[in-house]
């Protein structure tokens, strides 16, 4: 899909809210269903039209470009810069009121945890990308193909 990598660039970085992750799943959808000249009126499921087309949800691919960006940081050396910023602390800041903002590695976390691998699992580059892939191009094009050919 060409629209995926638009929607999720520079996500990998940063944390991001399930009402952010809800809208760009409602985008995708859109421009599925757009693709596969679908509308609403037509009344088919989203899960139907994915399953035709073969398309991951936006969730797990946004999950997989975390993690896969979590391998490469973990695999750079200790002086590098984006190592050093991992341990980067906030001194003297004053936290607001209410529930503290979650950040990367609360993130992380739970992707590791909902996939059940650890972060050992980075040093083996193959092992880490097999266990963080999420598999659906090879199925989109062959999907494709049988719709428009």
């Not at 899909?1 to 760009?24: F, H, S």
């Not at 695999?75 to 990367?104: F, I, Y």
């Not at 097999?130 to 199925?139: C, G, H, L, N």
Request: some cysteine.
């Amino acid at each position: 899909m060409v629209i995926r990598p638009t929607l999720t660039y520079g996500e990998e970085c940063r944390p991001i809210k399930k009402a952010q992750v809800q809208r760009m799943m409602v985008a995708e959808m859109r421009m599925i269903r757009w693709m596969c000249d679908h509308t609403r009126m037509d009344k088919i499921k989203n899960e139907v039209i994915k399953e035709k087309v073969g398309v991951a949800s936006i969730e797990y691919k946004i999950r997989e470009t975390r993690l896969r960006w979590l391998g490469h940081v973990k695999r750079r050396s200790e002086d590098a810069l984006v190592r050093r910023c991992e341990r980067l602390t906030l001194m003297e800041c004053r936290r607001g009121r209410g529930r503290p903002k979650k950040n990367w590695k609360e993130m992380i976390r739970g992707d590791l945890k909902s996939l059940g691998i650890t972060e050992d699992m980075v040093q083996d580059r193959s092992l880490w990308r097999s266990k963080i892939r999420v598999a659906d191009y090879e199925q989109c094009v062959r999907a494709f193909r049988r719709w428009f050919h």
